[in-house]
């Protein structure tokens, strides 16, 4: 019996001394279970540089990934930026169009009138003027409501709730904020904000400490738009969770 384990633990040895240095010692001379127990000696310390190596390799890993989500998080801003510029750039565009036909001749004119004296591009592009260029927010707010009411089919519906659920999101309104951001996810599927929406909705469960929801609103951002920065954003907000 004690032959048939010394030889098994001398093949044990001879994997060990191939896949890893194991500690110099001399197992040739003493009793077989003299050898059998410096065999052991051997077998465990491999065991331990292993086990070692095993959590620097876990280290490591876990500093790859830190970095990759902070790369992945500056991304995501820079195309939100970027996203948040071509529109305005597009909004400008459509305004000069429109602008064959005034809707104020004077000055005075212009300061008191409202979205609902305006034409479609024009209330919009008031209503973004106020957030980007006069930081006005909180009259931002019943502009883009006004502009929702009156345009409810308008080609800049879409973004209007978007930019009424972010700055009712800014504020704290949350639930205000989650009924404009669901308007966007379920009644225009195939708006360009439609995913950012979609994370949105999850970090507003999220902080209503309903983390279900939120999983449910970061997996939906994830499965139907996989290779957006919205979609990474999610993961990253899961990981929270």
């Keep these: ?6 030889t098994a633990a001398m093949l044990m040895s001879v994997g060990v001394a191939i896949a890893a240095p194991a500690p110099v010692e001399d197992i040739a001379g003493g009793s077989p279970d003299d050898r059998i127990t410096r065999l052991e000696r051997m077998i465990k310390a491999k065991q331990a540089a292993e086990f070692e190596m095993q959590q620097r390799l876990d280290t490591l890993q876990q500093e790859v990934l830190d970095l990759r989500g902070m790369t992945e998080q500056q991304n995501y801003q820079i195309n939100q930026m970027l996203q948040r510029q071509r529109q305005l750039y597009e909004d400008i565009a459509n305004l000069s169009s429109a602008k064959s036909t005034p809707v104020a ?15 479609e591009t024009a209330s919009y592009e008031r209503a973004v003027n106020l957030v980007l260029k006069e930081r006005k927010y909180d009259e931002a707010i019943p502009a883009f409501r ?13 973004n209007a709730n978007y930019w009424l659920g972010q ?27 439609r995913a950012d929406s979609l994370v949105k909705l999850g970090m507003i469960a999220q902080k209503r400490n309903d983390a279900a929801t939120a999983k ?18 999610a993961k990253q907000q899961m990981v929270g969770l």
């Design 1 to 6: 019996m004690k032959t048939a384990v010394l």
């Design 105 to 119: 001749s004077t000055p005075a004119a212009s300061q008191v009138t409202t979205s609902s004296s305006l034409g």
């Design 146 to 158: 006004g502009f929702i009411k009156q345009y409810p089919d308008s080609t800049y519906a879409a």
């Design 167 to 193: 700055l009712l999101f800014n504020k704290g309104e949350f639930e205000e904020s989650n009924q404009a951001f669901s308007s966007v996810v379920n009644q225009y599927k195939d708006s360009n904000k």
């Design 216 to 233: 449910r609103f970061y997996q939906q951002a994830i499965n139907e738009y996989g290779n957006s920065a919205a979609a990474r954003l």
